[in-house]
Every structure is written in structure tokens, then in C-alpha cells.
């Protein structure tokens, strides 16, 4: 689990720590048991023997550097985001920005082609390669809820993943492009004690994600940072694993379960050496679904703790805030 082996003393601290770890190749009981108290305890675990074909990952790698390298005019094509499409350093509406570029696509196999189009000779096969990663991630996140549904004890296992697998599930897939930039320093990095740090270079700032849960993979290059569950002010560096998929829970299924699985805040920092590219994809259910704790997760000890909303309007409310705000909060019931 995360073991805290280094702190550094300014206004943030960053510790070193493993991520708990998930072999899918386990017996079903181990991993589902182990899978909800990541879940519980972090908000987040690593998979490792997921199933996702190489070949799959490395296509997508591949044609991700291929678009971020054309021209600026040929991917501002694809923008700006509305909020899908290509954007640069600017994220939602409200004013919060990163030092990254990226593609947000809805997960309707012809959406992403029709943002694509206009942009490269090889849009179709971008767009080709991007809805096969999608088709096998959607399975993997299926399969992993319906773990959690199982390891909850669920009387419905499928309660999680049958809102995914829904044909209007409004699931999202993310390309983040991060350059690699001089201004981390080993300072800024949390490596080299230092007065008056401000802080590491931020590619995207700390938040939660609304969604059910995020499946992420980047490539071999370090950025993903974890809020300390004990400690706001300590960020957890998660070791990066390109053979691996970080799964992080998301705000409505901390929702569903009130409370009981938490939805963990993350941010990415900026590499000084290397750029890194994740692919994201984010498990939704569909706009009119009513996200509300599930009953069986409400006792009279733990009675509702958040009020049903639909997820059109939790998005509504987050498009209308900055990232970094504690969303799920304003769901609290009274
Ligand atoms: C965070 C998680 C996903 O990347 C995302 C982001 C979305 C966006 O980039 O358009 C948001 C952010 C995310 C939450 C608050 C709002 C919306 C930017 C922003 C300031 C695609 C999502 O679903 O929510």
C-alpha cells in the first residue's frame, strides 16, 4: 500500500509511495476484496494482466504523438473545446489552465471522427485506432465494477456497469499531451529541499473526476500525483507503469456508494526531461441516469448522504465551477 518514505518540509509535501497493485490474473476473491479497500483507503489502484491488447496501446500512442506533432492551424482544426475537441492550455470555461494540450472526444464511435476530419490526412485511422482502445477499455472498466459490485456485495454486481454498457452513456476518452519544460526542476520536484518553493509546474490542476471511475495509462513518463488521504497539503508522485492502468474512483460512484469508496483528488505535473502523453478514458452513465446511494449502502448508522441528482445536472453545476472545486459537497443532503 502507499508507504511514505521521504517528506519534504515547504507549504506542499511530496512523498514517495506504491500505488496499490492489482493482478486481474489473481483469484477473482483476492482481487475484489483487495480492489475495494484501494478504493475505500486511496481512491485509486493499479491493474496490472489487464487484457488490453499491446498492439491496441501501441496504436494509440502512436497516432496520439503523430497528431500533437502536426502543425498548430491543422489541430486548432479539431478545436476549440467546446468542451470536446482539441484545446491548448485552457480547461473548462472558468478560467483554469495547464501546461498541456489535449483531445476530448465523447465515445460515440462517430463523433470522434467528425472532430478529427478536418485535421489530418489520417483522421480516419486516428479516429479507427481511438474507437478500438475505447471498445476495449469500456470492457475493462466493466469487468472492474463489476468486481467492486461483486467485493460490495451488491445483490446487483452489474449495478455499476450496466450504466456504462448503457448505449447513451455519456463515457468520455482524453489524450493529454504534456512537453516536457525546464521549469521542474529537481526543487520543484519535491527531490531537493528548498525555501520559498512554489510549487512544481502544473500540467492539470488538482481535482476530483466527476464520473464512475477513470481508467488511466501514460506512457513511461513520471507526472500523476495523488492527494494523501491523511494529509491535504502532501501529494503522492504514483510511479509510472506504461504496462499498467491507474483506475481512480470518481465522484458518483463515491455518490452511489455514499460515501463508502472515495473519489480521490489527482493532479499532473510537467516532466523537465521527457513529455507525457495519457490516455484517459472516463466510465459515465447517461445524462438522464439518477445517481443516489444505493440502498443497500444506507444503514441507519450511515444514512443518505448525498440528495439524487441526474448526471445532466451534476455536469451542468461543474461546467459552471472551477476544477479544483469539492463538487460532491454541494450534494450533500441537508
Ligand atoms: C475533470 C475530469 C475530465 O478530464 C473532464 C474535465 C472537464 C473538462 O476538461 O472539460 C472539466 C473537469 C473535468 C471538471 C470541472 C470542469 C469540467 C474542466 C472543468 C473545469 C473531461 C471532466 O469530465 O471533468
Request: glycine share 6%; proline share 5%; hydrophobic share 35%.
Amino acid at each position: 500500500m502507499v508507504a511514505i518514505t521521504s517528506v519534504k518540509e515547504s507549504r506542499e509535501r511530496v512523498v514517495s509511495s506504491d500505488i496499490p497493485e492489482i493482478d486481474l490474473q489473481w483469484k477473482r476473491d483476492k482481487a475484489r476484496k483487495l480492489m475495494v479497500r484501494a478504493c475505500e483507503e486511496f481512491g485509486i489502484f493499479k491493474v496490472i494482466n489487464h487484457g488490453v491488447p499491446k498492439e491496441i496501446i501501441e496504436n494509440i500512442e502512436k497516432e496520439g504523438k503523430n497528431f500533437f506533432s502536426l502543425p498548430t492551424s491543422d489541430k486548432q482544426k479539431a478545436g476549440p473545446p467546446n468542451p470536446l475537441g482539441y484545446g491548448s492550455k485552457q480547461i473548462g470555461y472558468n478560467g483554469d489552465m495547464g501546461d498541456l494540450e489535449y483531445l476530448l472526444f465523447h465515445t460515440n464511435p462517430t463523433s470522434i471522427y467528425q472532430r478529427l476530419r478536418t485535421t489530418t490526412k489520417d483522421a480516419f485511422k486516428f479516429s479507427c485506432v481511438v474507437n478500438d482502445y475505447v471498445d476495449k477499455v469500456r470492457k475493462l472498466a466493466c469487468d472492474l465494477l463489476e468486481m467492486l459490485g461483486e467485493g460490495l456485495g451488491l445483490e446487483d454486481t452489474k449495478t455499476f456497469s450496466k450504466l456504462v454498457m448503457d448505449a447513451e452513456s455519456d463515457s468520455l476518452v482524453r489524450l493529454n499531451y504534456y512537453p516536457c519544460c525546464e521549469g521542474n526542476s529537481k526543487e520543484k520536484l519535491g527531490i531537493i529541499k528548498k525555501k520559498d518553493d512554489k510549487g512544481p509546474r502544473i500540467g492539470f490542476g488538482d481535482h476530483s473526476d466527476p464520473q464512475i471511475i477513470t481508467l488511466l495509462r501514460s506512457n513511461e513518463v513520471e507526472g500523476l500525483q495523488i492527494q494523501s488521504p491523511w494529509d491535504s497539503s502532501v501529494w503522492i508522485p504514483v510511479k509510472s507503469d506504461a504496462s499498467a492502468f491507474f483506475i481512480n474512483v470518481g465522484d458518483a460512484l463515491q455518490a452511489m456508494t455514499n460515501g463508502r469508496l472515495t473519489s480521490v483528488r489527482h493532479r499532473a505535473i510537467v516532466n523537465t526531461q521527457k513529455t507525457r502523453m495519457s490516455t484517459i478514458f472516463f466510465a459515465s452513465p447517461s445524462l438522464q441516469t439518477l445517481i443516489s446511494p444505493l440502498p443497500e449502502m444506507v444503514t441507519h448508522e450511515k444514512p443518505h448522504k448525498y440528495r439524487p441528482y441526474t448526471w445532466a445536472e451534476y455536469k451542468r453545476i461543474m461546467y459552471s465551477l472551477k476544477l479544483a472545486t469539492n463538487r460532491l459537497e454541494l450534494f450533500l443532503s441537508d
